[in-house]
């Protein structure tokens, strides 16, 4: 038996984060979770972020499954998803993009993987007020950090049976970090030399990929890269709803939905559960489930084909329940 924290989140956290709940409960894999939240919601009441309850429940399970939070814009506290990715030094974030639905995408069987360095960078936060009319941002770029992202994206190519890595920078103009990043890459490709390595300067690739995304197989890149080129995936195969996230460490994982909290939806039943849910599924098979989580995606993509139970932004007349609740029957 293994147990799970689970964090519902802000907005639609809650909706979705239970919708993937009742999914993998009704595999009866004997998960038992252990539900503690974060973020606003528990500021509001609490005044605290994070309760020590909740950085307990992580340190002792290991394995969360986490639904979006709300980060102010320009003001207010800092992302709690940031931070615990830092605290816990989760220095792998992987966002598997692959299409399921026709609505909203021009390409046809996309499947791409998006793995991005997740603990430092601009992500670090450090900055610098020189004066009223002048703020430093530091960009932090380490050897260790970059060797780790870079093997992990060819070990996972090496692992699944895919073709090619594709490493995305800026070493053109920044010579010296983006340089070191390309350079680790270069010499690591070396050691794997059934795999396929290339290299794109970031303007290029966010055009490469508009233009042909089926070209790329696995990419690994910085934190800001990875993050923007996330996004920038997701809207080719119809929207951040739909693109599961998984951060990794040496020994505890954190696996959520790559969108935000839409406090406009919240508590109306329009909630598109998919990316949450099949952030349960890698979740699964990062705990050996693989055979579940298989399932999982499979019965999404039944779903997608049936047309039967989508929510509106799918463009259908479902809930966030009458989703859930589709997918259950087709496991």
Request: aromatic share 6%; glycine share 10%; proline share 4%.
């Amino acid at each position: 038996m293994k147990s799970v924290t689970l964090i519902p989140g802000d907005g639609i956290g809650p909706e979705v984060a239970f919708s993937a709940k009742a999914v993998v409960d009704a595999l009866n894999l004997g998960i038992e979770w252990e539900i503690i939240n974060a973020g606003k919601s528990v500021f509001d009441v609490s005044g605290v972020l994070v309760p020590d309850e909740l950085y307990n429940s992580i340190e002792s399970n290991r394995v969360v499954l986490k639904g979006p939070i709300t980060t102010p814009i320009g003001k207010g506290f800092k992302s709690i998803n940031v931070m615990l990715r830092q605290k816990y030094d989760l220095f792998t974030n992987i966002r598997p993009v692959k299409s399921i639905t026709v609505r909203n995408r021009r390409f046809n069987d996309i499947d791409l993987v998006i793995f991005r360095e997740n603990s430092e960078g601009l992500y670090k936060g450090v900055e610098n007020e020189i004066s009223d009319d002048e703020v430093h941002a530091l960009k932090i770029v380490t050897r260790t950090a970059s060797e780790r992202i870079i093997r992990a994206a060819f070990d996972y190519a090496l692992k699944q049976g895919r073709a090619k890595v594709t490493l995305v920078h800026k070493a053109n103009i920044l010579k010296k970090s983006d340089g070191l990043f390309l350079g680790i890459g270069e010499a690591i490709a070396k050691a794997y030399p059934t795999i396929s390595f290339e290299s794109v300067i970031v303007d290029n690739m966010c055009m490469q990929l508009v233009m042909n995304p089926n070209q790329f197989d696995v990419i690994v890149t910085m934190n800001l890269y990875g993050d923007i080129l996330s996004d920038l995936c997701a809207g080719l195969i119809g929207g951040l709803g739909l693109v599961p996230g998984a951060n990794i460490g040496s020994d505890i994982a954190i696996f959520e939905a790559v969108h935000g909290s839409a406090p406009d939806i919240a508590g109306k039943g329009l909630a598109n559960p998919t990316a949450m849910i099949l952030s349960a599924a890698m979740m699964l098979e990062y705990l050996g489930f693989t055979h579940e989580a298989n399932k999982i995606k499979r019965a999404v993509a039944t779903v997608f084909a049936s047309g039967i139970g989508l929510t509106p932004d799918l463009g259908g007349d479902g809930t966030t329940e009458t989703f859930t609740k589709v997918v259950i029957q087709n496991l």
